[in-house]
T-cell receptor
Framework: GEDVEQSLFLSVREGDSSVINCTYTDSSSTYLYWYKQEPGAGLQLLTYIFSNMDMKQDQRLTVLLNKKDKHLSLRIADTQTGDSAIYFCAERTGGSYIPTFGRGTSLIVHP | DTGVSQDPRHKITKRGQNVTFRCDPISEHNRLYWYRQTLGQGPEFLTYFQNEAQLEKSRLLSDRFSAERPKGSFSTLEIQRTEQGDSAMYLC???????????????FGEGSRLTVL
């Protein structure tokens, strides 16, 4: 079955880089996503990567995919207090329209 | 605002009562999803529509839960005889068919938070 695992908490200092990690089990995953959820709000899509890519960069965000190890990471450069939120990794296979989400990583940015 | 909207945002009810949530997706999106999120967990899939057809339901969707999307636009999620374990955030999302410019990624509403006393 499908399973997406994330560490639950990450604490960083403002201005440092944050790296949030995710592992998944479905080797047929085609699309991998990162979503951000602020308190009391819904999920906001941050970025995504196709399984045939190794890396994708979008401004302060860098996504790295190691398909062999089924490992996905999200790096946030120059982390700001406004980046404090829960970050969810999600995966979807090409044959399904239903993404599976991890439990989320709570990012705490302190001065 | 052309995002996904959900109503009500908060609902407090007594155990045994029925509740109904409404979701209005992004207008050009033909797929609509309901997820449930409890504290400390990620969204868990409940059900999904393509246009008016309900194509898949999770095992989490007991017979007390029913979802409809009668005209392929807005959707309702009804919970009958609510139980305390139903307390959660109910998230609605919509998407278009995957294509050259998108992966069929989900766009979420703000959620409807249910508290069952």
């Amino acid at each position: 079955g499908e399973d997406v695992e994330q560490s639950l908490f990450l604490s960083v200092r403002e201005g440092d880089s944050s790296v949030i990690n995710c592992t998944y089990t479905d080797s047929s995953s085609t699309y991998l996503y990162w979503y951000k959820q602020e308190p009391g709000a819904g999920l906001q899509l941050l970025t995504y990567i196709f399984s045939n890519m190794d890396m994708k960069q979008d401004q302060r965000l860098t996504v790295l995919l190691n398909k062999k190890d089924k490992h996905l990471s999200l790096r946030i450069a120059d982390t700001q207090t406004g980046d404090s939120a829960i970050y969810f990794c999600a995966e979807r296979t090409g044959g399904s329209y239903i993404p599976t989400f991890g439990r989320g990583t709570s990012l705490i940015v302190h001065p | 605002d052309t995002g996904v909207s959900q109503d009500p945002r908060h609902k407090i009810t007594k155990r045994g009562q029925n509740v109904t949530f409404r979701c209005d997706p992004i207008s050009e999106h033909n797929r609509l999803y309901w997820y449930r999120q409890t504290l400390g967990q990620g969204p868990e899939f409940l059900t999904y529509f393509q246009n008016e057809a309900q194509l898949e339901k999770s095992r989490l969707l007991s017979d007390r839960f029913s979802a409809e999307r009668p005209k392929g636009s807005f959707s309702t999620l009804e919970i009958q005889r609510t139980e305390q374990g139903d307390s959660a955030m109910y998230l609605c999302a919509s998407s278009t068919r995957p294509g050259q410019s998108n992966t069929g990624e989900l766009f979420f509403g703000e959620g409807s938070r249910l508290t069952v006393l």
